[in-house]
Structure formats: structure tokens, C-alpha cells
């Protein structure tokens, strides 16, 4: 069974930092793009950022020079580290990845469970 697995979560002080993983696995042949999204209470889903798989990153503005995606292909797996935290980054974070099953299948969305980030002192 082909699933995304995160990790990562917890409470943390206001200004800390957490690191959250996502990790594929199954019978999987190739990852695109990987993603992080969230949802706070009462909120819309929202985009935090984005990876292709050569690299190129992409963040919300809400974000930037504070949170940092990269991955490690061989591993099947994104990380996503997330400094200098606000209590407006309380969320629910959900990984998100393109994948393909076989040579021929076209590229299929799946979502992570997600993991719960609280910030408050």
C-alpha cells in the first residue's frame, strides 16, 4: 500500500524551531513534486511550500526566511524545518506528493495523515 507518513509535530515555545519528515512508501517508481500544506482551526487548507524533484522550492509569503523544505529522493522522503515559529503557525501540516506506480501510470496525488504543530508558550 503506497502511503505518506509525517513526523515531526509537537508543542513548541513561540521563536523555536521543529523539523517535520514525510516520508513515501510502497511500490512507488517516481516522486514529483512534494508539498506541505496547512490548516489551522476554522481555516482553509493552505500551501506552506513546495519541492520538485530537482530541487526547486517554492514558499507562501507568510513563510519565507523562516521555514525550509528540502528531500532526499533516494529515501523517498521531505522535510520541511521551520524556524523562529509564531503562535499563527498552529496548525495541522499535511505532506502532499505526486506520484507515479509504474512507467506508463500517470502521476497520482496523495496525502499524508498530517501532524499537529502548536505554538504557545
Known amino acids: 500500500q503506497v502511503q505518506l507518513v509525517e513526523s515531526g509535530g509537537g508543542l513548541v515555545q513561540p521563536g523555536g524551531s521543529l523539523r517535520l519528515s514525510c516520508t513515501a512508501s510502497?511500490?512507488?517508481?517516481?516522486?514529483?513534486?512534494m508539498g506541505w500544506y496547512r490548516q489551522a482551526p476554522g481555516k482553509q487548507r493552505e500551501l506552506v511550500a513546495t519541492?520538485?524533484?530537482?530541487?526547486?522550492?517554492n514558499y507562501a509569503d507568510s513563510v519565507k526566511d523562516r521555514f525550509t523544505t528540502s528531500r532526499d529522493n533516494a529515501k523517498n522522503t521531505a522535510y520541511l524545518r521551520m524556524n523562529s515559529l509564531e503562535p499563527e503557525d498552529t496548525a495541522v501540516y499535511y505532506c502532499?506528493?505526486?506520484?507515479?506506480?509504474?512507467?506508463?501510470?500517470?502521476?497520482?496525488?496523495?496525502w499524508g495523515q498530517g501532524t499537529l504543530v502548536t505554538v504557545s508558550s
Open positions: 519541492i520538485t524533484n530537482d530541487g526547486t522550492t
Open positions: 502532499n506528493a505526486n506520484i507515479r506506480l509504474c512507467r506508463l501510470c500517470a502521476y497520482r496525488e496523495l
Open positions: 510502497g511500490s512507488i517508481v517516481s516522486i514529483n513534486t
